[in-house]
């Protein structure tokens, strides 16, 4: 049986380079058990976005029932509202989630960190004493992910549009940096303190497609469907793990080169 795991599609998020579900067809091809690691849609914008993001998201679990596909969905930070917040695979060797219950504070480069600050502090001591399993570090990511609220943003002109929602405040930046050189080293810390012995986490939430190994533990994350980012998948099959770019070719998505392979027999 074939278990596949893609993340990060943020249908109707304007930078999203998945305009239509179709182009996710080839992906499913061969594929017997599905998993989306959370931020699968933009539950969480206003307006006539989220409308749009809501028929992508039924047009995607229209084209998996279709396929009698079996599938987990996992929620993000994107998508808080989805129920689930882990999966296991392979008898609990491999572990997905997103990415936002590696880190206690789940997003801390988010735009409008600075003025929850109190409340996510609170939120962390609390589940302090779960913070040793992965459902509780899922479910903290949760609830702080219900506790920041989008805060709108002047309209500016190119290219001052940009800084405005990718650059500002001057700390995001910062933030998203010390998060980028640390995701590794933490995702394995987060492995081996919650992954309840599971020997592999798969997770995205980072947008930064990549692999850490310290020798025992694997982590890979699967970037995104985000413009300026890159997409993974990962297969889980029989005694193997295996990490694969996704390449878009003519409006389609299909499996690219192998990235790694790791037995979990």
């Not at 509202?81 to 999966?87: D, I, K, N, R, S």
């Not at 920041?148 to 002047?154: A, E, T």
């Amino acid at each position: 049986m074939k278990t596949r795991i893609l993340s990060d599609l943020h249908l109707g998020h304007s930078a999203s380079r998945i305009e239509d579900c179709e182009m996710l067809e080839p992906l499913l091809e061969g594929v017997d058990y599905l998993i989306l690691a959370g931020d699968v849609w933009q539950e969480r914008i206003a307006g006539e976005r989220v409308t749009n993001a809501g028929i992508l998201f039924a047009q995607l679990k229209k084209m998996v029932h279709d396929r009698n596909l079996s599938v987990e969905i996992l929620r993000g930070n994107h998508d808080p509202g989805t129920p689930q917040g882990v999966a296991w695979c392979a008898d609990r060797v491999v572990l997905v989630t997103h990415g936002d219950a590696v880190y206690d504070e789940a997003t801390p480069w988010s735009r409008e960190f600075g003025y929850y600050r109190e409340e996510i502090r609170e939120i962390v001591d609390r589940y302090e004493p779960q913070s040793h399993l992965a459902q509780a570090c899922s479910d903290r990511a949760c609830e702080i992910a219900n506790t920041i609220r989008p805060r709108k943003l002047p309209k500016l002109p190119v290219p001052f549009n940009f800084f405005a929602t990718a650059l500002w405040p001057p700390s995001r930046t910062f933030e998203m940096i010390r998060v980028w050189r640390t995701m590794g080293k933490e995702g394995l810390r987060f492995l081996k303190k919650s992954g309840e012995g599971a020997k592999v986490l798969v997770c995205g939430h980072f947008h930064r497609a990549g692999i850490w190994e310290d020798g025992e533990h694997v982590v890979i994350n699967t970037g995104s469907f985000m413009k300026g980012s890159k997409p993974w998948l990962v297969d889980v099959e029989g005694a193997e793990v295996i990490a694969r770019t996704i390449d878009l070719d003519e409006g389609m998505f299909f499996e690219g080169e192998v990235k790694g392979r790791f037995g979990i027999a």
